[in-house]
């Protein structure tokens, strides 16, 4: 995955503020990209065929 120097900076900006921390680009690419792949991991939609498979939990703990 390729990200853009504008990505890189704007990462390592947020970096920087959030953990008051600063890293280079090439650490900022990395962590980025692993960021963006953990993202993409979590937010998949679940396949029809596995919906089934998940109970609908509301707010306060209940199965639905």
């Known amino acids: 995955m390729d990200l853009s ?3 890189i900076e704007s990462f ?3 970096y920087k503020k959030d953990f ?3 890293v280079s680009n090439s650490e900022a690419k990395e962590m ?3 960021l963006l792949r953990f993202v ?5 939609p679940i396949p029809e065929d ?3 498979d998940f109970k609908r939990i509301t ?5 639905v």
Do not use: S
Request: charged letters at 50%; hydrophobic letters at 25%; proline letters at 0%.
């Open 40 to 44: 993409h991991l979590i937010l998949r």
């Open 59 to 63: 707010q306060d703990g209940r199965n």
């Open 20 to 22: 008051k921390e600063t």
């Open 5 to 7: 120097k504008e990505a």
């Open 12 to 14: 390592k900006e947020t």
């Open 50 to 52: 596995k919906k089934g």
């Open 32 to 34: 980025a990209v692993r």
